[in-house]
């Protein structure tokens, strides 16, 4: 392993589970990676085939015949420097335990290290935490609040979709204490990739193209996550009403985030405050006064775009946050973290412009 | 005209302004109505053509080869008993006005009779109300709550779409008085017809494809229709943040709504209140306990499906609506109005069983 | 059972595999059916449900607390006049027999009795064909152009979807004897529901969305059906060149079929041909001359619509033929063979427009 | 102007029409590219703005900030080393050739100098050629054709989308002389952004989605240019059939071409000549043998992805080629001109992995 990745060799990279939506996206954004190459991919149902025969988008690039193998933590530890996890919470905690173990830098994807409280984890995912020891060194992975410590950190736990795009979309408000932070209310809508790619009929296409739906309205697994960093940047415990839906796209989280002022405010008091906080953050854009943004904007990128505006009939700032739950939500945030923790640049890889239309 | 319309015979229908989506969806219906029979349809832009020259789907319907003509009230009040006004508001007045005083019953899809209040009306619609006269006349046509009021009106004011979906959202607990009246905020998403079939960049395929936005946040136009029939079932003025969002589909609203509930109570007691309000209203479908609606399950009838959610972390009563907004929440509804009108069933030609998939 | 069924009492009718997206259909169409009575829906995997449970479209209507059952011939037999086979080829075989054998009128809308040659049969499914016997009987269910056979019947052999489309668009040109026989090219574009509803990865919404794909050129199982039924109404042997493709839409198949005139001929004499051909057949409407169809306008229809292009360049008739593939060519036409079987008006329950948008 | 372009220095470029689906894309590619610099944003719509105001997803981003111009061609001519001409045919002859006469190396993205003969581009698209005496100059800017060409240009007419797609498809065959040269059928399937971004009724969002229609069938305007340069390669002046059809997706062309081979060959012998022909072309994928290529795995990129069947039951070889038709058969392939023009790598700009899903 490399003693100081910020040198200009080559970072050796592994993938753990390369099958679902968050492994391909990863992959797609490693291709134009300057630094890390990736040397391991893993899948048990695909072992012995490259990536091309399962995805014929990296044909003839990069990757394309790159062998996937399975799941080996002795080999994922000598032959890599840095580990991705993009398997399911649960499955995630004992390789990502393993491989911390034998000194390899983990960026896990899952949610099973970003609830600090592990009885918070075992009550709203229903499985025992095994790996409570490394709750304290696990660095919740959001870039615009925690470069410092994702910099010196060994193990990140990757944020949720959900989270990223409402704790974004929160902070400015929250931190400068300008909100009442109970009663806040979050409709948020996702694409079809969030829900995986398992086969199911629920998410067949005939099920999901042409329609809209609820789901897990007050009860989604990310509600905890998100109480949890809100309240630490409101420095006070706070409760949301948490509400996703699913629409027939592929990609994308937009958030409506109802909230209540402290006291008056103008719009452009409250643009000043968020214009200010991001003023050094470029990923995250906020919207002029008077216009609110649009998913495709975001496509493929790690741009979170926000934004205000301020009802005065209602007395209530309403906040419309969107990522590419793909990209900024997951893997694009995964490699951000991982180029921070390698001390590159944390766009190496991530420049990117949207993907529009 | 006929002196009595409940009589076996034909009534002969109107269509005013055709070549919009709600047009065409009330050609749809009156495909399959027995009773009434649609002898004319208007369109200054399309005049001279016949119906399945504008509308394929109709070639070798009942009405495809039905000529469209220049709106003529003279020729309209000869021709026609009734008239459906499908045109924008603003244009709808004075038609309407003319219609109804050569003694037409009117059927007004526009917003121009909606609001009681005409002051209201100017300042949302920036426009004046040179009809103000016929307001007391007009009955707000949602069959559920105002059936007898509709049955004696010879001018209806067909409801807005987004009003469609919240109102009988909230009716029951409204009505019951179980919520804080004030504070709702309602979180609704539409599809593309809610904009109409002008030709403009904002509604082209490739600018609504594969994305999502907000729109109108706090400032939409249904915004006082909501609130002045909401305040009238709560019997106390209230004030409602309204939000709507753009789906990448075609038909369907979905209404997230989110209330606070007055006094501690089970979700047993809600669904008790929502069931019981709407037992004898089989249009309107109370989702069983911990199911949530879809848009696509009310695809082209006059149901609203209505799912209930008692969040007991956040002490909110979250209601989910959905309506089809072409059909419940236009063409249907208005259809549905014209046969109490006419003394017919109401579900005369409504009676459909929704499309899936 | 019935003795006669041409009389005003109701028709018992069992659908044996309700949970596919033919059976949906089915159950949608007979929603709106006048005679026809649904008592009885089988599943292995929901017996025990309601029909709502499974559909939530179909709560509160004629058929929502329909309770599934395991399908079971001899209960069948005892509480149905008809049955609709709507299960995989292969398990359809055994079924149909058993129910025929019991007296039942059969409508089986698998590909088990289409083929009139056991061997070619056993080629393409790659099964044996274990009850040969009754293929002399069964009657290939597409009515324009065998309405007596099929008003005769006891079993019928109801058409695949690709091949109801380019039947119905071929059939002019080959009876007349105006193309060369051989040398026919097809390419055919379906919706997804032509899958099926089987949970599988390559028909998840985010594999099939924003992407468009061809599947079994050459080799799909619908070119021996499709040939067997050209072969005779063109009364000699003809092979023609099929290639499929998966549109990401829900319903409907658009077939461009390329031919060569065998002489030289206007575009007027085919259309005259065509209009001439179809004269009384009300669901298959001939585009005006200069006018191609679209698949929207025949949704959940029994529409055909077929538009007619002749290109002087190449000599070439160009036939471009639209369906819904699950309403017309699955179980709108699996009705209407029912109907004919049953002596009732062709189009009982089947009097349907479009719905578009 | 840069004398030598194949130094280090930047490259000055300028887009005349911004607005568009192909100007858009420009935008995002240049983006990304080290060397060319787009300095000049031209559209007299939009002129005195920001690309950022009309394009949200260019915020933040290298020319978000870049100040929309009125099209002047001496201006363009001072402040740029190349200019991209994205606007419609008829508009960029006579921009080209003001701009080509000043010294500008020109892309021109429209068909104006595509055809050879005038006469031929007069009777397609109804307008007089007033710049003939540049066709002779005009190079036909597909690189793995003509490369050698391109790199001694001044001048390109960039292909079109379709032929892009078709030209691809059949070039090995037809070099290699294993087609019968006639009577090649192409049944081509195109996303929506190819109709342009136009306020238009046909191409809203609700006209086009969840349906598919053909259209221009024999009539597209495309036709003359694939036909000349299919003729080329063929050494034989050929007549195709070629149908275009609109898909309800943002991006994408897939070509389904129906050939006959001149002797019989096997698939292997197929494979051969296609992955020898672009064994060092690595934007041309020739799939595995057996596997048909999707519109999703070429997203955003120069892929053009070619699968092969043979058909032994109708001795066709059948050809399915896939572009993206905005980057590949637009904007990416203006960019591949340029870098070849100035000297630089091919794929400067382009080296982007496909956005899947």
């Known amino acids: 392993m490399t003693s100081s990745a910020s040198d200009a060799q080559t970072i050796r990279a592994g993938l753990v589970g390369v099958t679902g939506y968050t492994g391909m996206e990863l992959v797609r954004l490693l291709h134009g990676h300057g630094t890390i190459n990736l040397v391991r991919v893993t899948s048990r149902a695909e072992a012995g085939k490259c990536l091309e025969d399962i995805y014929p988008f990296t044909r003839g690039t990069r990757y394309g015949s790159l062998v996937i193998t399975e799941p ?3 080999d994922l530890a000598a032959a890599c420097d ?4 993009a398997v399911p919470h649960g499955a995630a905690m004992e390789m990502a335990a393993t491989l911390h173990e034998k000194g390899l830098k983990v960026v896990d994807l899952s949610a099973d290290f970003r609830l600090r409280d592990s009885d918070v984890y075992e009550q709203w995912y229903n499985t025992d ?7 304290p060194q696990a660095v919740y992975g959001l870039p615009e609040l925690y470069a410092d410590e994702i910099k010196k950190a060994t193990l990140i ?8 795009s409402v704790i974004l979309g929160l902070y400015p408000a929250l931190a400068e204490k300008i909100l009442v932070p109970n009663g806040i209310v979050i409709d948020a809508k996702s694409g079809a990739t969030g829900a995986g790619r398992k086969a199911a009929v629920p998410t067949l296409f005939c099920e999901v193209q042409d329609t809209f739906r609820a789901y897990g309205i007050g009860t989604h697994r990310h509600t ?5 960093e809100l309240s630490a940047i409101a420095a006070t415990p706070l409760t949301v009403s948490f509400n996703p839906h699913l629409l027939p796209i592929n990609r994308g989280i937009l958030a409506t985030i109802y909230t209540t002022l402290q006291h008056d405010m103008t719009i452009d008091d409250v643009q000043a405050i968020y214009e200010g906080t991001y003023a050094d953050k470029p990923w995250v ?12 904007h975001v496509r493929g990128t790690m741009y ?10 209602t007395h209530r700032l309403i906040i419309v946050s969107c990522i590419d739950n793909l990209c900024r939500g997951a893997s694009g945030q995964a490699l951000a973290n991982a180029n921070l923790m390698l001390g590159l640049p944390v766009n190496a890889g991530l420049d990117l412009a949207p993907l529009v239309p």
């Open 72 to 74: 080996d933590a002795d």
């Open 157 to 164: 736990a990757n944020p949720g979709c959900y989270p990223t």
């Open 129 to 135: 935490h095994t790996r409570t020891e490394l709750l």
């Open 285 to 296: 854009r906020i919207m002029p006064k008077g216009k609110l943004p649009e998913l495709r």
């Open 224 to 228: 905890p996550e998100i109480e949890q």
């Open 304 to 313: 979170c775009d926000i934004g205000l505006v301020l009802d005065k009939r």
């Open 82 to 85: 840095i580990a991705f996890l």
